[in-house]
């Protein structure tokens, strides 16, 4: 089993950035497919981005030009560099791995953005 510990977010103003991190342990690092998701407040979770153990990249419309995701198999862990930050952004994020048939969410990490 894969855990996944996210850090990084909190409360910021519109135009502004924050970096969330997802730790990974418990298996090879290198062979995770990682992604970001976020659910907003009565809304369905829905996928942000994602990067493969190749770093083929994969953005979600409203993200693309703002958000960077990024991996560093020696540290473990996936980052989410989240630039001009608006109010619709907030939400609690989770960070997904995947792994053959397996997959594991971490226990999310609130971004809340303010207009």
């Known amino acids: 089993q894969v855990q996944l510990v996210e850090s990084g977010g909190g409360l910021v103003q519109a135009g502004g950035s924050l970096r969330l991190s997802c730790a990974a342990s418990?298996?090879?690092?290198?062979?995770?497919?990682m992604g970001w998701y976020r659910q907003a407040p009565g809304k369905q979770r829905e996928l942000v981005a994602t990067?493969?153990?190749?770093?083929?990249?994969n953005y979600t419309d409203s993200v693309k030009g703002r958000f960077t995701i990024s991996r560093d198999n020696a540290k473990n862990t996936v980052y989410l560099q989240m630039s001009n930050l608006k109010p619709e952004d907030t939400g609690i994020y989770y960070c997904?791995?995947?792994?053959?048939?397996?997959?594991?969410w971490g226990q999310g990490t609130q971004v809340t953005v303010s207009s």
């Open positions: 997904n791995a995947v792994w053959g048939p397996r997959a594991s």
């Open positions: 418990g298996t090879i690092f290198s062979i995770l497919f």
């Open positions: 990067i493969t153990s190749e770093d083929i990249i």
